[in-house]
């Protein structure tokens, strides 16, 4: 069955200090992953997606995320973190079958930063 | 150009209660999507429509949720009679289309807490 884990519940880092978020994925076939991100009483917003090609993606706010097939992981990073990017991160993978879009949800990793 | 808009933002009920939320989409998205979130978790999908159709409802508990979309814009989601573990953030989505790169728009989410 097809399913996303997020090792991580909580971290924290420091404004300033670089960032990697963890994310594993089951899927039978090539998987289409993506990185949203959820401030309090939001809705989701994507950061960035992987559909084939490049493995590594560039997202918006400086964020990008790396497609290891070997390792099915789907890591987000980011060189320098701002205090804004305090929020929850969800990894979800597409669903792709004659269904069509549905995505499978990590648990979320909630991110604090320490100024 | 508009997001998905839902409402109400938050609703309190108690158990046993009934309650309704509704969603509208971007204009000319075919696909629109109810997901589940509850505390500590990634989103769940309840239901995908495409135009006025049903695609994917294999995750709602049909004996106290319903859906409908009719004409194929805006959308209802009911519970009744409402318990406990229905408390959750209910988020609504839409997509151009099924068949498309999973370009969802999130709204805002409705936060309901049932006592």
């Known amino acids: 069955a097809q399913s996303v884990t997020q090792p991580d519940i909580h971290i924290t880092v420091s404004e300033g200090a670089s960032l990697e978020l963890r994310c594993n994925y089951s899927?039978?076939?090539?998987?289409?992953l993506f990185w949203y991100v959820q401030s309090p009483g939001q809705g989701l917003q994507l950061l960035l997606k992987?559909?084939?090609?490049?493995?590594l993606v560039q997202g918006i706010k400086g964020f990008e995320a790396e497609f290891k097939r070997s390792q099915s992981s789907f890591n987000l990073r980011k060189p320098s973190v701002h205090w804004s990017d305090a929020a929850e991160y969800f990894c979800?993978?597409?669903?792709?079958?004659?269904?069509?879009?549905?995505?499978?949800f990590g648990q979320g990793t909630e991110l604090s930063v320490k100024p | 150009e508009a997001g998905v808009a839902q409402s109400p933002r938050y609703k309190i009920i108690e158990k046993r209660q009934s309650v309704a939320f509704w969603c509208n989409p971007i204009?000319?998205?075919?696909?629109l999507y109810w997901y589940q979130q509850i505390l500590g978790q990634g989103p769940k999908l309840l239901i995908q429509?495409?135009?006025?159709?049903?695609?994917?409802d294999s995750q709602l508990p049909k004996d106290r949720f319903s859906a409908e979309r009719l004409k194929g814009v805006d959308s209802t989601l009911k519970i009744q009679p409402a318990k406990l573990e229905d408390s959750a953030v209910y988020l609504c989505?839409?997509?151009?289309?099924?068949?498309?790169?999973?370009?969802?728009?999130f709204g805002s989410g409705t936060r309901l807490t049932v006592v």
């Open positions: 429509f495409q135009n006025n159709g049903v695609v994917d």
């Open positions: 989505a839409s997509s151009l289309d099924r068949g498309t790169n999973y370009g969802y728009t």
């Open positions: 204009s000319g998205h075919a696909t």
């Open positions: 899927y039978g076939a090539t998987p289409y």
């Open positions: 992987y559909f084939s090609g490049d493995t």
């Open positions: 979800a993978v597409g669903a792709l079958n004659n269904q069509g879009g549905k995505l499978i």
